[in-house]
């Protein structure tokens, strides 16, 4: 891979990565999370997402965090039961453009890992894309409250403690109230490439809050972003559970890129056509045997 294609890389991956890391701790209990329910209930009502949602997201000297709340039309049963299943998130992960790979590996009942590889908005080779490996866990299954979560200590470019938080409760008429919280810590390196990304590929693009009527930009809109496309995940595979086996992954692609082109000023990458295509043999490569990824220069922050 040329100097050139690396730093483009690099970029796209610090300005466009949605899946990266991950983390459980200390979720929301079932009560604290009814509270934020209850408190939102006039933005769920009314919001220019045309769906029950609400996002937040705060920025510090060296992290970012990104909440997307929200009432999906699934019963809390059959969302806790998909997502306790380390491989529904491999196919969850798999649907943003940026997701190359997603396998999973079992060190014992106990340790579940996701090794994930993470690259440009086009078809590449795994070995000129990032390989990332996420610890995942249930934190807590109950008939009233899950929670899941995905950790990584590092990432590319001095990036670090990527945290991704799910929790559901059930609520009225079979629904399920789902919180996402998606977070990470970065370095100097990690700093300059969200710069370098924000003053190219990402100076145009906005998120979804807004204050005074005027979107949310720069860094919160990339965390933003990248949160919506997450929950859009979750929300097109939940939406497929429900097809016959044979068809629940064109029905993912397809529900996940019209759901993305409801916000097509955010989240637009390419024409349905291209997408599909190339998620179909990113796929159809997954389930074959792994190619072997080269490891990355040590500047990439691993």
Same mark, same amino acid.
């Given at each position: 891979m040329s100097d050139r294609m690396f730093a483009k890389l690099c970029i796209a991956l610090i300005g466009t990565l949605m899946v990266s890391g991950a983390a459980f701790a200390r979720p929301a209990q079932a009560a604290q999370l009814r509270a934020k329910y209850a408190s939102l209930a006039d933005s769920l009502r009314n919001n220019p997402y045309k769906r029950p949602l609400h996002i937040e997201s705060t920025e510090t000297d060296s992290t970012l965090k990104g909440d997307v709340y929200g009432v999906i039309p699934y019963p809390f049963a059959a969302v806790s039961a998909a997502l306790t299943e380390a491989a529904s998130w491999c196919d969850i992960l798999i649907l943003p453009v940026t997701t190359k790979s997603c396998r999973v590996t079992r060190a014992s009942r106990e340790e579940t890992t996701l090794s994930i590889h993470v690259g440009l908005k086009y078809e590449q080779l795994l070995r000129d894309a990032f390989p990332i490996e996420f610890a995942y866990r249930v934190g807590v299954n109950t008939a009233e409250y899950f929670a899941v979560g995905l950790d990584a200590e590092i990432g590319p470019l001095s990036t670090r403690d990527y945290k991704v938080?799910?929790?559901?409760?059930?609520?009225?008429?079979?629904?399920?109230? %789902?919180?996402?919280?998606?977070?990470?810590?970065?370095?100097? =390196? @990690?700093? !300059?490439?969200?710069?370098?990304?924000?003053?190219? %590929?990402?100076?145009?693009?906005?998120?979804?809050?807004?204050? =005074? @009527?005027? !979107?949310?930009?720069?860094?919160?809109?990339?965390?933003?972003r990248n949160a919506m496309r997450f929950f859009l995940s979750i929300d097109a595979y939940l939406a497929a559970a429900s097809s016959p086996t044979a068809e629940q992954l064109e029905r993912r692609l397809q529900v996940w890129f019209n759901s993305n082109e409801q916000y097509a000023r955010q989240l637009h990458e390419m024409d349905r056509e291209e997408y599909v295509a190339m998620k179909r043999r990113e796929i159809q490569r997954q389930r074959a045997p792994q190619e072997a990824a080269r490891p990355q220069p040590a500047s990439a922050g691993f």
């Open positions: 938080l799910v929790e559901v409760i059930p609520v009225e008429n079979g629904k399920t109230f %789902l919180h996402l919280r998606y977070a990470y810590g970065f370095g100097m =390196a @990690g700093r !300059l490439a969200m710069q370098a990304y924000l003053a190219t %590929l990402g100076a145009s693009k906005v998120g979804f809050s807004s204050t =005074a @009527g005027t !979107l949310t930009g720069g860094t919160r809109g990339v965390i933003e």
